[in-house]
């Protein structure tokens, strides 16, 4: 069995709270397998750690930013998936059913990126990628 999780990009918001589900959203990516804090989560807050959202790319395309949150969420997406199976873009008609855990990813241009985890409607995380690792990580 499954640890299911979802993974939502939600953008950060003048009076919306990191530790609250957000009504709003980019997208949601579903993760069937190993969807655990120490797992999923360590695994994002790897890919995140010091990357920023900017507004516009200049000539350095390997530069550690996302080009806004659509190119964040896509590389994620990317990051994660590895073969077919696993990792899905959810449909927001049907939403999968049975999730252990939610993440949310919150950005904006020029602000440090946060996550949050929730098991059920309990939030069980807030805090940057570095405080992700220092909490689920080895």
Known sequence: MGTRAT???????????????????????YHHFDGYPEYLGVTLANY??????VNGLGGDRDAPVFNGLGCMAASI???LKEE???????????????????????GDYNKDIWISIFDGNECIFVGK??????????
Do not use: T
Request: hydrophobic letters at 30%; proline letters at 6%; aromatic letters at 14%.
């Open 48 to 53: 995140l750690e010091d990357k920023k959202i």
């Open 84 to 106: 077919a199976g696993n990792v899905y873009i959810e449909d927001p008609e049907c939403p999968s059913g049975w999730i252990d855990y939610e993440y949310y990813i919150w």
């Open 7 to 29: 993974i939502k990009i939600a953008k950060r918001e003048e009076g919306v709270s990191f530790s609250e589900k957000p009504e709003k959203y980019m997208v949601s990516i």
């Open 129 to 138: 990628p570095k405080q992700l690792q220092n909490k689920y990580g080895d």
């Open 77 to 79: 997406i990317a990051e």
